[in-house]
């Protein structure tokens, strides 16, 4: 008895199938022909799944079957017919092709009509404001200052910056610059930075980040994990940005 090759669920998927449904075709190419008992017996499958199974391989044509008295008899079609399965799909996928195509630029001037609209995220945890942090760096580094603006608040300050250590040596590597409003005491400049105070007495339970066309805010919740929530909206991260110079340029005089 030849060697019994088995399909990975990636080959199965690209051909439309399952991977279970190439376990009951490759069984009942070694059974010859045989019920839905025998073949489930035999693959180790229970009766409900080799029945799907076996619809499946009807419906792409690599079986067939032939009703005697109270038993329907199954029989493996020509495995040549993989070929043809493999050139159905590859039909179906040019025509899907095409028909994206023609949707793109529908769908691109919908994109157009909704982006008065700000796309929001929430985040949780340290990964959460990690992601944060780095999308502060990634979008920054694309802007002509290279420059983003926070309210720094000590409230929380060490909590951000346990979820990412080394936020500050990658911000200074880049390249990149900020101006930090602090609220409270601490905060010191390390590089790249400019600091003013608007109190260093009473903090606040918010950091704001505001950057490219976004801004971001950083909190905790009552049991003090870390969740965050980004908005990119050119409208919101421009007003913020107005506020912002404002504050700064009064903090300065």
């Known amino acids: 008895m030849p060697k019994i090759p088995k399909f990975s669920p990636e080959i199965a998927n690209l051909l439309g199938l399952k991977e279970k449904d190439f376990v009951v075709y490759t069984t009942l190419l070694k059974l010859g022909t045989a019920p839905l008992r025998s073949v489930a017996q035999e693959a180790g499958l229970s009766r409900g799944t080799t029945y799907d199974a076996l619809k499946s391989l009807l419906q792409a044509g690599l079986i067939s079957y032939v009703n005697a008295k109270s038993h329907r008899y199954f029989t493996c079609e020509d495995p040549q017919k993989l070929r ?70 000590a409230a929380i300050r060490d909590l951000i910056a346990s979820a990412w250590t080394g936020f500050l040596q990658t911000r200074i590597r880049r390249g990149i610059h900020v101006r930090a409003i602090s609220i409270g005491s601490g905060g010191k400049t390390a590089g790249l930075d400019e600091r003013r105070w608007l109190s260093r007495e009473s903090a606040s339970p918010t950091y704001i980040f505001i950057y490219a066309d976004k801004t971001a805010y950083v909190s905790v919740d009552e049991k003090k994990r870390l969740f965050g929530v980004m908005i990119e909206d050119e409208g919101i991260a421009e007003t913020q940005k107005r506020i912002f110079d404002a504050m700064w340029g009064f903090l300065g005089s």
């Open 84 to 153: 043809g399965l493999v050139v159905r799909r590859e039909v179906a996928i040019q025509e899907a092709r095409e028909k994206v195509e023609e949707f793109i630029p529908s769908l691109q001037e919908l994109l157009g009509w909704s982006k008065h609209r700000p796309v929001v995220r929430y985040l949780e945890g340290e990964s959460g404001v990690r992601d944060i942090l780095e999308d502060v760096l990634k979008e920054t580094k694309k802007t002509k200052t290279k420059t983003y603006r926070v309210y720094s608040s």
